[in-house]
T-cell receptor, first 116, second 111 residues
Framework: SAVISQKPSRDICQRGTSLTIQCQVD?????MFWYRQQPGQSLTLIAT?????????ESGFVIDKFPISRPNLTFSTLTVSNMSPEDSSIYLC?????????????FGPGTRLTVL | SQQGEEDPQALSIQEGENATMNCSYKTSINNLQWYRQNSGRGLVHLIL?????REKHSGRLRVTLDTSKKSSSLLITASRAADTASYFCATGNSGNTPLVFGKGTRLSVIA
């Protein structure tokens, strides 16, 4: 299993500002995933972050709004840019469990973002 | 896009009762997984069932999968107050692919 930490755990931000969320894994992983969970909703994939290449974004998410960095195999950041109240969500990073025939994932504790 | 639809959306039971949650999905899958989330925190993987399996057990958890109906159920037996959480099904494929999550069921177990 992988141990994942996220910073910050929560934040309250003003409209128009940006917040960078950090995700740290205790082992080297090729892929990391970023999900958004809006209040009372399920998880929606924002993007897949591979080390050494551009992140792959899902429909409805763009790099200008959610730039992602993946500088090494244990770390990634997600920035929520020019925030609006609609960005208030829990943001979670995850990594695959590593077994070839299974894609169970390990999740970080999440970052709870409130935009005023 | 979300693939899974879960019912019920919310379930409230007494401690000691069994809780059953259902999940339906739309496309072909390699596996289906169930996750638990406490109070908006990170998700914890509970159990995975492969597309060629029909039933799987883990402790007080029992998962069934019916690929002909594209549905799965999660049964928690002898529920405890500590089982209070949101439960999500998620579908995936082999390897390093992301998951597609259902809408989730909020379970409340009353002591």
């Amino acid at each position: 299993s992988a141990v994942i930490s996220q910073k910050p755990s929560r934040d309250i931000c003003q409209r128009g500002t940006s917040l960078t969320i950090q995700c740290q894994v205790d082992s080297q992983v090729t892929m990391m995933f970023w999900y958004r969970q809006q209040p009372g909703q399920s998880l929606t994939l924002i993007a897949t972050a591979n080390q050494g290449s551009e992140a792959t974004y899902e429909s409805g998410f763009v790099i200008d709004k959610f730039p992602i960095s993946r500088p090494n195999l244990t770390f990634s950041t997600l920035t929520v840019s020019n925030m609006s109240p609609e960005d208030s969500s829990i943001y979670l990073c995850s990594v695959p469990g590593g077994r070839v025939l299974s894609n169970e994932q390990f999740f970080g504790p999440g970052t709870r973002l409130t935009v005023l | 896009s979300q693939q899974g639809e879960e019912d019920p959306q919310a379930l409230s039971i007494q401690e000691g009762e069994n809780a059953t949650m259902n999940c339906s999905y739309k496309t072909s899958i390699n596996n289906l997984q169930w996750y638990r989330q406490n109070s908006g925190r990170g998700l914890v993987h509970l159990i995975l069932i492969r597309s060629n399996e029909r039933e799987k057990h883990s402790g007080r958890l029992r998962v069934t999968l019916d690929t002909s109906k594209k549905s799965s159920s999660l049964l928690i037996t002898a529920s405890r107050a500590a089982d209070t959480a949101s439960y999500f099904c998620a579908t995936g494929n082999s390897g390093n692919t992301p998951l597609v999550f259902g809408k989730g069921t909020r379970l409340s177990v009353i002591a």
